[in-house]
């Protein structure tokens, strides 16, 4: 890990640096959808207390990004949602940092298969989910997302 860059784990009073980051990168890029805001605007009831996981990565006692962990439909399979890292904080290998974690946990979790589903747009994201080996694979069919336009899965 990053020598300034910790992982931190989400608590409620965490929830509108959640919002707050996960927005920002949205708004950056795209519009704001109902299913973005069913998850920002309640992580606890709509991720934590559905059995997911949402993270953080700390630097110099700020939290610069984020990303969650939900259960699929798929047995064995995590969807990654809602990474992001402020754009201030850009250049820190945050997203890295987090990617890292992500990885990490999923395994510990005892998941099979990744999931993420995004835009075309994502260059830099796109770019790093294939570093890590995550290939293109079908878009599910209850994907909310009308920006979506390309998922992948890594199996682990």
Known sequence: MSKN???VDFKPEYAQDFHTITKEWVESMFGLEEIDRFYIEHPQENIIDKGGHIFFVEHAGELI??????HCDE???LELIKMGVYEKARGLKAGQ???DEVLRRSKKLGAKKLYLETH??????IKMYK???FVDAPVHAACEYERCN????LVL
Do not use: Q, S, W
Request: net charge negative.
């Open 5 to 7: 860059l910790t992982i």
């Open 131 to 133: 570093k890590v080996g």
């Open 97 to 99: 940092v987090l990617m």
């Open 120 to 125: 075309t747009d994502c260059v830099a994201a």
């Open 75 to 77: 047995l064995d399979t």
């Open 65 to 70: 990004g984020t990303a969650a962990l939900v």
């Open 150 to 153: 390309l998922a992948m899965e």
